[in-house]
């Protein structure tokens, strides 16, 4: 099976935009993880994507602006929200990479609602703020509803200096083209696309989670293997596409 390249640039691959929205302020976190530790949790039809055989765990904390459908205006209020997800990489049968969400805390109800009901996305409601003070972004979450309910996270991180190169494994954990999800019995590939991301190194300066766990992973151990940085990007999703099964 051939499956596609890690591409930092490609062309939209699809006509129209069901949904606009820009992220801003975003924190990665990566750690490496074993591929058979994440393989039950993925969604029938695809598996870990791996690098020299390794997988990996991500933490991600942002800022989702504009949120709006189609060529609509982002929606007022409800479409700015702070947003700390728990992610997972993917590949499915017909070569397309991805990722698959875990957990998505975010601070709006009315969106974690929709997502919930529409796509079956894991949102959930959380009390959540990002400070900035100069080069530190301070990431704080609680968990509200569903559960487990109280469940915290911070992250803190000093913004470095500009990659012009990212590596491999840079672009291997940011260059996503898309995410998978199953949803009403099927399991479908939801298409993004934005400019390349514009990417720094971070310093971790605190980190205290419960995100990861919660959402059925193992603990890190150790620090991350990657701490990355992005001011942010805008970006258009297509429409899903069901997953054929093979033959």
Known sequence: MHIEPVDHAPRQAFPRAILRQRWEDLTFLHWAVAPEVVAPLLPAG????????????????????????????GVPYFGTFAETNVRLYSVDDTGRRAVVFRSLDASRLVPVLVARVTLRLPYLWSSMRLDRDGDRRDYRCRRRWPGPAGATSRMVVRVGERIDEPSPLEHFVTARWGLHTR?????????????????????????DDELVTAAGLPAPVGPPVSVLYSPGVGVRFGPPVALRRPG
Do not use: C, K, Q, Y
């Open 183 to 207: 949803a009403h019995g099927r399991t479908l590939h939801l298409p993004n696309w934005h400019p390349r991301w514009p990417l720094h190194r971070a310093e971790l300066l605190h980190l």
């Open 46 to 73: 695809t598996r870990p994507d791996t690098v020299d055989g390794v997988s990996f765990v991500g933490l991600i904390g942002f800022r989702m602006v504009g949120l709006g459908f189609g060529r609509g205006p």
